[in-house]
């Protein structure tokens, strides 16, 4: 690789710092500006109640967010770590490649930093430390290579175990580093430091291991069982994924990949940059396979995308990485149109939408909390899902149990509910669902509904007095029990609060 001429290398490193400001600033105004979702108010929760582990995933945003929660808990203060992601990404991107060609790092880590998920990701959830900490744990390790240190390695492993810590995509990376280690040359150095990598690693998994064993095995149950329940083969789902891949690594990239698809062997082979090749290709290669019969969420392949570029570095000239950065460019502010319209429309125009009960309930939400103000007291409230409950307990910082079967995701509230403590009491349930009376009379002396109409959009309050418990236990929590804590029998347990506080089903 050689190095562009001066003047052109100055209008790159020009360019660079113009995104990386321009870029921050965006994400900071937008990380401001719009509303917390439902999912971030789910997380929000978790960083209300430090634990070594929850629910859906590893703890790492819990922890993170708790850290935040000492300081305040505006928007932008609780997104400031998706804020900073993509923008000390796009710094590492043009690192790992300075030393290789100058130009072409400034170009990469720019054409990285104008994409749409860099430049919309502002969202705190599990995927923000999963994404971070992966491209570092990568970044680590082609320095280790590179530089032959141990002390590389070491850290790659920390980043490594971090990333495990924060959702179990972290596995397509171990199986990244595997797959290289196996297929590429070896020696006792490399061999040596592979194996300081996996055990600095180790204690983060093993974190994760004692929490499950006291804890219902709740993440494999979630991420393994409960989730994947009757999928089969699906050519719509295969044509989402390849909608996902099109949109992720965009059209101009995607045809200079098959323009120079020759010299991918060879590159691969031979480039010190082939540690990115296997963490960017064996992550999607598994989607593509996984996608022919399963849902594949436009988040899941994230934390390898930083990989793409540097893979990307690779094989494109510095021409084609100017044109894939005008589209990149265009493609982006598209995007921010859309999202700027979205921000002034008036909230009645979003009624066409499917998302418009969820949207009235987070901006009218106050209007429904004051309405539930009189009973504060006489009622215990909760809601019939866990997002609504999430929203409120945001919003209100107080905790909003979840009343019912609810669904297989978003259960943390079982950790959070003990519904023994309110056996006797009152309960007010809100939901925007036209609530079934026969789902909450057994469990009542009686039951009440007063609807409320809000944005033309109506919710309800259904009252229920002196709760039942034995017969809640045995209509609802036997079958929550079924359906999302039945052990496996090969899976050893120490500990289960449910079976603990409810029996076992």
Known sequence: MTN????????????????????????????????????????FQWGQNLSWGYYDHPPLVGWILYVILKFGDSPLLIRSPAVAMSTIIGVGIYLVM???????????????????????????????PLIIFSFLSGAFLFKALRDNSLNFYFWSGVCLGLAFLSKYFAVLLIGSYLAYYF?????????????????????FGLINLYWNYTHCW????????NRNHGIDFSLHKFLMWVGIVVYLVTPPLLYYLVRHRKEW????????????????????????????????????????????????AIYLTNKELVTATKFMAYFTAFHLVLVTIGLVMPLRDWDFTKYYDSIVFTERNNVLWNDMKPYAGRYVYATDRYSTSSIFSYLHNTHVMVFGGGDYHGREDDI??????????????????????????????????EKIMLEGTPFYMVFGKDFNYQSYRKGILKKVMEDYYKIPAWLPCKRCYMYERYGKP
């Open 183 to 203: 297929l590429s040359d070896r020696n006792r150095d490399k061999t040596r430091g592979f194996a300081l990598l996996f055990l600095a690693s180790l204690p």
């Open 98 to 128: 300075r030393s290789y060609d100058q130009a072409r790092a400034y170009l990469v880590a720019v054409l990285y930093m104008l994409s749409p998920i860099a430049v919309l990701g502002i969202l705190i959830t599990t995927d923000g």
């Open 218 to 225: 709740d993440n494999v149950l979630f991420n393994v069982l």
């Open 4 to 43: 562009a001429p001066n003047d052109r290398l100055a209008f790159y490193r020009k360019l660079f710092y113009i995104t990386l400001f321009s870029t921050l600033i965006i994400k900071i105004i937008l990380a401001a500006t719009i509303p917390i979702t439902t999912d971030e108010a789910y997380y």
């Open 416 to 449: 959070l509910t003990d519904f023994r403590k309110y056996a006797g009491k009152n309960i007010l349930t809100v939901t925007n669902n036209v609530p079934p009376i026969g789902n909450y009379t057994p469990y009542f002396k009686s039951v009440r509904v």
């Open 265 to 312: 062997a060879e590159r691969v082979r031979t480039s010190n940059f082939k540690i990115f090749a296997y963490s960017a290709i064996i992550p999607f290669g598994f989607f593509t396979i996984l996608g022919t019969f399963k849902d594949i969420g436009l988040h899941w392949p994230l934390s390898f995308y930083g990989f793409v570029f540097l893979f990307l």
